[in-house]
């Protein structure tokens, strides 16, 4: 298949530039493009051969269920039913933005969009390039990440030039995902509100709008239990994993630096391919291996937004062994650390 890639200014937009991609929506074909978080891989959430393959396109399992893209609140009625008000408590205050919300669906959403469960998950993006492209295709998109099931997460164009030249109708670049993680996952259709992926819309944020909220065991433990099944289908796969090992290192940083210094150094003197993941902060103090700072500790945002993109970048090189330091478990570091553990495979070494 001949994939067509073209660039849009999202400050820029021109109605006329989305119409062929709202056309391939509409027709049932798959278009990537940019979201504030990462990027999505789309097709009409209601028409199960298109969503069929967007499942081919990824090799992702058919149980995983997707994210349905909606461009106005008011789309929330035709998708869910039994509404809670703290849906539109979060919606009102989170939408457009990184906020997935799980309801009860209603009929017209297929089991080969929620992967045969009774709910559905939705989201409003903040990106006006993705929402621009929902209202003006008149679908509702169901889009997962855009990378081949597995890697890490798009966050440039490039990314899902990639995993998928070849394998789907178009790709919008957009120009880099600017908070670089996932949509954080809540899910209202029972009776308490349970965070089932953390995100940059925090616990903190979001009881501050509707009370108490409860987090997903599976995605709070450092080591989970192989049997224990987290509530989102999708957190249970081995995600975001890079070709090479990766080992996270968690203590005082300057014996991490130290700890990591020794680490690269061995494999480097037996002839292995090492990466070092460092910070602004740090990366001066790394003495061996390939080093790429991450971000800055001072802007957490900046560190959420390089990860993908860092392990990626280590994938081209073929790296071998890559050794990160680590980062504060709360707030946004959560959402870091969450990602970082997966990718790691939960191999996290304890400086002391
Ligand atoms: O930021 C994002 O959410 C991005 C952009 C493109 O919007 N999308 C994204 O989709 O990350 P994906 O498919 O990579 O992750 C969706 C996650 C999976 O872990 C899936 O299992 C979970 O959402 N999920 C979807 N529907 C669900 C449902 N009804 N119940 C529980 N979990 C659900
Ligand atoms: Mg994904």
Redesign the pocket.
């Known amino acids: 298949m001949n994939t067509l890639i073209i660039k849009v200014d999202e400050l820029m937009l021109k109605p006329q530039d989305l119409m062929v991609a709202a056309k391939i929506l509409r027709e049932g074909g798959l278009v990537a493009f940019p979201?504030?978080?990462?990027?999505?891989?789309?097709a009409n959430a209601l028409d199960t051969l298109a969503a069929r393959k967007i499942y081919e396109a990824k090799g992702?399992p058919s149980d995983?269920?997707?994210?349905v893209?909606i461009s106005e609140i008011s789309d929330l009625e035709v998708l869910a039913r039994e509404i809670p008000e703290k849906a539109y408590q979060l919606a009102n205050v989170f939408w457009p933005g990184?906020l997935?919300i799980?309801l009860k669906?209603k009929d017209c959403v297929p089991n080969g969009t929620?992967?045969g469960?009774?709910?559905?998950?939705i989201?409003l993006?903040a990106n006006p390039i993705?929402r621009n492209l929902i209202a003006e295709s008149g679908v509702y998109v169901a889009?997962?990440?855009?990378?081949i099931s597995g890697k890490p997460?798009p966050t440039k164009a490039e990314h899902v030039i990639k995993d998928m030249n070849g394998k789907i109708d178009m790709i919008i670049d957009g120009g880099m995902a600017t908070?670089g993680?996932?949509?954080t996952?809540i899910?209202l259709?029972g009776s308490t509100p349970v965070i089932?992926?953390p995100?940059c819309i925090t616990k903190v944020m979001l009881e501050n709008v509707i009370g108490k909220v409860e987090v997903d065991p599976v995605i709070l433990s450092k080591n989970p239990d192989p049997q224990a099944v987290?509530?989102?289908?999708?957190?249970?796969?081995r995600?975001y994993a890079p070709e090479g090992k990766l080992t996270i290192y968690e203590g005082d940083t300057t014996l991490v630096i130290d700890a990591i210094n020794q680490k690269a150094k061995e494999k480097q003197d037996s002839g292995k391919c090492v990466g070092v993941i460092a910070t602004d902060e740090t990366s001066d103090l790394y003495r061996f291996g390939i080093v790429k700072t991450i971000g800055s500790r001072k802007d957490e945002a900046s560190i959420a937004a390089g990860l993908y993109a860092i392990l990626r970048e280590f994938d081209e090189l073929h790296t071998e062994y890559i050794y990160t330091e680590s980062f504060a478990d709360h707030s946004l570091g959560h959402a870091i650390m969450n990602r970082l553990l997966k990718a790691a495979g939960y191999r996290i070494v304890k400086v002391v």
């Open positions: 979201t504030e978080t990462v990027y999505g891989l789309g992702r995983n269920p997707l994210i893209h990184p997935t799980i669906k929620t992967g469960l009774d709910t559905v998950a989201r993006p993705a889009a997962p990440s855009a990378n997460s908070l993680l996932e949509s996952i899910d259709s089932l992926r995100g987290p509530k989102a289908p999708g957190m249970k796969y995600h």
